[in-house]
């Protein structure tokens, strides 16, 4: 049994970090081969992060890696997790192992949502870009129909605008999506 068990990427490497200073038994549930989480789709420059700057995601992710590096509470990636009981402070892989603690972390962050239309699995990366920073070099001087939502639309179709001559900013919504 651990003092803790701890879900989650870049928070949870945070919280593993005091739980270990603190002396108490701290595992790392990862679900990715790597820690860090959304920081590998971040590659702008970080200069909002209190108390360090970072040219991208990856540098930050890196960054949080060397900190940590020194800590001895256990990192298990490639995890996936069946059910979590937080009152019985139990968590279940989908391997079958049970997991029992003290206490429980849920440091998930977020994902990005789909929109859940036809080929959106199949062409990510081969039309369907998720970062347009990084995808705006493939796209190249082509019309593009961008459908994020909130600030990341704005922010990300003003960086499409700069290599494409037409930049559409389409529904955000399934249910509005349609084929052009």
Same mark, same amino acid.
């Given at each position: 049994?651990? =003092? #803790? ?7 949870? *490497? %945070?919280?593993?970090?005091?739980? =270990?200073? *603190?002396?108490?038994?701290? @595992? ?13 789709? #971040? ?8 108390? *360090?700057?970072?040219?991208?995601? +990856? ?19 490639? #995890? +996936?997790?069946?059910?979590? =009981?937080?009152?019985?402070?139990? !968590? !279940? @892989?989908?391997?079958?192992?049970? @997991?029992? %603690? ?9 994902? $990005?949502?789909? *929109?859940?239309? /036809? ?11 998720? %970062? ?8 190249? $001087? ?17 960086? @499409?605008?700069?290599?494409? /001559?037409? !930049?559409?900013?389409? /529904? ?7 084929? /052009?």
């Amino acid at each position: 049994m651990n =003092d #803790v068990l701890i879900i989650g990427g870049p928070a949870g *490497l %945070s919280a593993a970090r005091w739980c =270990d200073e *603190l002396g108490l038994d701290t @595992l790392v549930l990862e679900q990715n081969e790597a820690v860090g989480g959304q920081l590998s789709f #971040v590659h702008n420059p970080i200069d909002n992060y209190l108390g *360090l700057r970072a040219n991208n995601g +990856e540098e930050l992710r890196k960054r949080f890696i060397e900190q940590t590096a020194d800590s001895d509470f256990d990192l298990w990636t490639n #995890v +996936e997790i069946d059910s979590v =009981d937080l009152k019985a402070k139990r !968590v !279940v @892989l989908k391997s079958g192992e049970e @997991l029992q %603690s003290i206490a429980i972390i849920i440091a998930t962050g977020l994902r $990005r949502r789909r *929109l859940g239309i /036809p080929g959106e699995t199949e062409f990510t990366g081969r039309g369907i870009i998720e %970062s347009a920073t990084r995808g705006s070099r493939a796209i190249g $001087r082509q019309r593009c129909l961008h459908n994020w939502r909130g600030d990341a639309a704005a922010e990300n179709a003003l960086l @499409l605008a700069e290599v494409c /001559p037409t !930049v559409t900013l389409g /529904p955000s919504r399934k249910e509005n999506a349609r084929a /052009p």
